[in-house]
């Protein structure tokens, strides 16, 4: 699964945008930024921060929300972190969320199942 910095670099270097040219449009410390796509530092979680990414690169809605779901998987402190693979399936089972709405119910045996796995 790639990281937040990785898939904001791809699109950054899709853009024709250097580093410092990036860092500049959305207000960031190069030096930080260059650790984040190193995944040496991690990455911002701020709805803020990520929406003016987005803006700059010109993400759409869905890559939007990937990077968000990324996010948030990626501050998931390592002693709570599920298996790789519960980890890989995050992001889909995310989307799916989104979109069925699941009821509370749902969501309550989903957790079940996933604290088992």
């Known amino acids: 699964m790639k990281s937040v910095g990785q898939i904001i670099k791809q699109k950054r270097i899709e853009k024709e945008l250097t580093l ?3 860092c ?16 040496m530092m991690e990455s911002p979680k701020s709805e803020k921060v990520l929406s003016e990414i987005a803006k700059v690169l010109e993400l759409s809605s869905d890559e939007f929300q990937e990077i968000k779901d990324l996010a948030a998987i990626e501050s998931i402190p390592d002693d709570l972190k599920p298996k790789q693979e519960i980890l890989e399936a995050l992001p889909v089972f995310f989307r799916t969320a989104r979109d069925l709405k699941p009821s509370e119910e749902q969501l309550k045996e989903l957790i079940k199942i996933v604290k088992k796995g």
């Open 24 to 39: 500049k449009k959305i207000n960031f410390d190069p030096s930080n930024w260059s650790k984040i796509e190193r995944g």
């Open 20 to 22: 410092r040219g990036f």
